[in-house]
């Protein structure tokens, strides 16, 4: 029988369609997951024929569940996750059991974002940053001199969640002393602040060749933290910032040489210049997937799936649409009643999907990262700014009912 493992994956979002897809192709799926909800909702999940449960998940427990897959007569074809921090390990274990040949060290420094900055220390696209080390003394590296504001981050802070933007002393002492409490043996980056436009990048590189797949406009709302609340796809990029972008993404594979692999990168354009924000060695999550099926006609994470398998990616456009996603989030704690709107929202002029992620009895709250962010309407429309209107249109028929908290979650 043959098989696809995943390596864990989210409810909803690129993840979730990623074992939709194999299964689609006709692949036994499995799921190696440490999240017990997974086996709770477990008839939510037709398509994963079997979930096997971690309580941790570690390199040796998961070759003992492979093997033991083995024995039940199961032709392993590939093992991938599109889950932090399990994408290297994946490629490695498919790598090696399986044949693939992608691009294990290139996503291995991906997954840590101190080492990237190393790794691509001497490419124009770095920011100034500094990297303190847990045994370092934190009184004197705060009393150095700083170039204010700074982004302050873990290496392994993944959406938004440990990114924070600091002011002044006071401020960083506060949160690297936060930082040191909850990840004590951890390093800690410190970049320059950047301000300009930003965009998401998906990258699909086959054989060195390098395949911007789609290029998103991001609308960033700042209130506790940087979320991103707007995804404009970009059909119309002016040549020559589209060539400066194609000449920077390109070197950034280069440096770190990736032959084989699919990763996505956060730009932003800073007086002209390009400065890399980070790289993730994976499709980025949420609506991604299927944004960019909507604009382009592409399954990427279909065609990344071959590319594990050693089959030849397809990433040519079958169509362009314009198209913006607008995701939900909440100003105010509580636990969540009820939400209306839901089918008139999709009814609305242009609107692709209305999800909503959050259910009855739910504590809900502001964005401090990502992860707070409880759905989102995806539209198409004639132009780009009529297919934000018509996003924009749509969810102002959605109401969240909320009932208050005092104490804070």
């Given at each position: 029988?043959?098989?696809?493992?995943?390596?864990?994956?989210?409810?909803?979002?690129?993840s979730?369609?990623?074992?939709?897809?194999?299964?689609?192709?006709?692949?036994?799926?499995?799921?190696f997951?440490?999240?017990?909800?997974?086996?709770?909702?477990?008839?939510?999940?037709?398509?994963?024929?079997?979930?096997?449960?971690?309580?941790?998940?570690?390199?040796?427990l998961?070759?003992?569940?492979?093997?033991?897959?083995?024995?039940?007569?199961?032709?392993i074809?590939?093992i991938?996750?599109?889950v932090?921090?399990?994408?290297?390990?994946?490629?490695?274990?498919?790598?090696?059991?399986?044949?693939?040949?992608?691009?294990?060290?290139?996503?291995?420094?991906?997954?840590?974002?101190?080492?990237?900055?190393r790794?691509?220390?001497?490419?124009?696209?770095?920011?100034?940053?500094e990297?303190?080390?847990?045994?370092?003394?934190?009184?004197?590296?705060?009393?150095?001199?700083?170039?204010?504001p700074?982004?302050?981050?873990?290496?392994?802070?993944?959406?938004?969640?440990?990114?924070?933007?600091?002011?002044?002393?006071?401020?960083?002492?506060?949160?690297?002393?936060k930082?040191?409490?909850?990840?004590?043996?951890?390093?800690?980056?410190?970049?320059?602040y950047?301000?300009g436009?930003?965009?998401?990048?998906?990258?699909?590189?086959?054989?060195?060749?390098?395949?911007?797949?789609?290029?998103?406009?991001?609308?960033?709302?700042?209130?506790?933290?940087?979320?991103?609340?707007?995804?404009?796809?970009?059909l119309?990029?002016?040549?020559?910032?589209?060539?400066?972008?194609?000449?920077?993404?390109?070197?950034?594979?280069?440096?770190?040489?990736?032959?084989?692999?699919?990763?996505?990168?956060?730009?932003?354009?800073?007086?002209?210049?390009?400065?890399?924000?980070?790289?993730?060695?994976?499709?980025?999550g949420?609506?991604?997937?299927?944004?960019?099926?909507?604009?382009?006609?592409?399954?990427?994470?279909?065609?990344?799936?071959?590319?594990?398998?050693?089959?030849?990616?397809?990433?040519?456009?079958?169509?362009?649409?314009?198209?913006?996603?607008?995701?939900i989030?909440?100003?105010?704690?509580?636990?969540?009643l009820?939400?209306?709107?839901?089918?008139?929202?999709?009814?609305?002029?242009?609107?692709?999907?209305?999800y909503?992620?959050?259910?009855?009895?739910?504590?809900?709250?502001?964005?401090?990262?990502?992860?707070?962010?409880?759905?989102?309407?995806?539209?198409?429309?004639?132009?780009?700014?009529?297919?934000?209107?018509?996003?924009?249109?749509a969810?102002?028929?959605?109401?969240?009912?909320?009932e208050?908290?005092?104490?804070?979650?």
């Amino acid at each position: 029988m043959e098989t696809m493992i995943f390596i864990e994956t989210t409810k909803n979002g690129s993840s979730r369609e990623a074992v939709k897809t194999a299964a689609r192709l006709g692949f036994y799926t499995v799921l190696f997951t440490e999240k017990e909800k997974l086996l709770q909702q477990r008839k939510e999940f037709p398509d994963i024929m079997q979930m096997v449960h971690f309580n941790k998940m570690t390199e040796n427990l998961i070759r003992q569940q492979i093997i033991e897959l083995q024995e039940q007569g199961k032709i392993i074809k590939t093992i991938i996750s599109f889950v932090d921090p399990f994408v290297s390990l994946a490629a490695q274990l498919s790598n090696e059991l399986c044949k693939s040949n992608i691009s294990v060290k290139a996503l291995k420094i991906m997954e840590d974002k101190t080492e990237t900055r190393r790794a691509l220390k001497e490419n124009a696209t770095t920011p100034i940053f500094e990297v303190f080390q847990p045994v370092d003394n934190i009184t004197t590296f705060i009393k150095k001199e700083h170039k204010f504001p700074l982004i302050v981050k873990s290496p392994m802070s993944k959406a938004s969640k440990d990114v924070y933007l600091v002011k002044n002393r006071f401020e960083l002492r506060k949160i690297m002393k936060k930082f040191l409490r909850i990840y004590p043996d951890q390093q800690i980056l410190l970049e320059e602040y950047l301000d300009g436009p930003q965009y998401l990048v998906e990258v699909l590189v086959h054989k060195g060749k390098i395949n911007i797949v789609a290029v998103f406009k991001q609308e960033i709302t700042k209130e506790l933290k940087f979320i991103v609340t707007g995804y404009a796809v970009q059909l119309n990029v002016k040549d020559d910032l589209y060539k400066k972008l194609s000449s920077t993404v390109e070197s950034i594979m280069n440096d770190l040489k990736v032959a084989n692999a699919a990763c996505h990168l956060e730009i932003r354009n800073v007086n002209g210049n390009w400065k890399l924000i980070e790289i993730n060695p994976r499709i980025s999550g949420g609506a991604m997937n299927r944004m960019i099926e909507e604009a382009f006609g592409i399954n990427l994470v279909e065609e990344t799936i071959k590319l594990y398998l050693g089959d030849e990616p397809n990433v040519d456009r079958k169509h362009e649409k314009h198209l913006y996603t607008h995701y939900i989030t909440i100003n105010s704690v509580g636990r969540l009643l009820k939400v209306t709107g839901k089918k008139r929202a999709a009814n609305e002029p242009g609107v692709r999907e209305v999800y909503i992620k959050s259910r009855k009895k739910a504590v809900i709250r502001p964005p401090i990262s990502m992860g707070h962010r409880y759905g989102y309407v995806m539209a198409t429309g004639e132009t780009l700014d009529e297919a934000k209107e018509n996003a924009l249109n749509a969810f102002k028929k959605i109401k969240f009912y909320i009932e208050p908290l005092s104490e804070e979650i």
